[in-house]
């Protein structure tokens, strides 16, 4: 199993900055790529970024691109959500989540998640 823990979240005003982490443990070899979700309320769950495990490869929600940047630090089995120009509709909680194998990038190919981090953002 893997296991995944969110932290970074908080309430800022449009236009501020937040670093979401996620500390991952367990079976790390397993994980092909890691991805931030969130979730608003009355809303489902969507993508918002993702990151190879190795770091090559990013992709990212039209919604975000531009504004939020994904990385990671494998030493510290640790990934990054550094999210700048934040915006209201950006409020939601933000899960981390880890997906073996790599073919596709659905919300159903990630097998771990973390409990989440809350992210509000005020205008």
């Known amino acids: 199993q893997v296991q995944l823990v969110e932290s970074g979240g908080g309430l800022v005003q449009a236009g501020g900055s937040l670093r979401l982490s996620c500390a991952v443990s367990?079976?790390?070899?397993?994980?092909?790529?890691v991805a931030w979700f969130r979730q608003a309320p009355g809303k489902e769950r969507e993508f918002a970024a993702g990151?190879?495990?190795?770091?090559?490869?990013?992709s990212y929600a039209d919604s975000v691109k531009g504004r939020f940047t994904i990385s990671r630090d494998n030493a510290k089995n640790t990934v990054y959500l550094q999210m700048n120009s934040l915006k209201p509709e950006d409020t939601a909680v933000y899960y981390c989540?880890?997906?073996?194998?790599?073919?596709?990038?659905?919300?159903?190919?990630?097998?771990?998640w973390g409990q989440g981090t809350q992210v509000t953002v005020s205008s």
């Open positions: 989540a880890a997906k073996p194998g790599n073919v596709g990038i659905t919300i159903a190919d990630f097998r771990s």
């Open positions: 367990g079976r790390t070899f397993r994980i092909y790529a």
């Open positions: 990151i190879t495990w190795n770091g090559d490869s990013t």
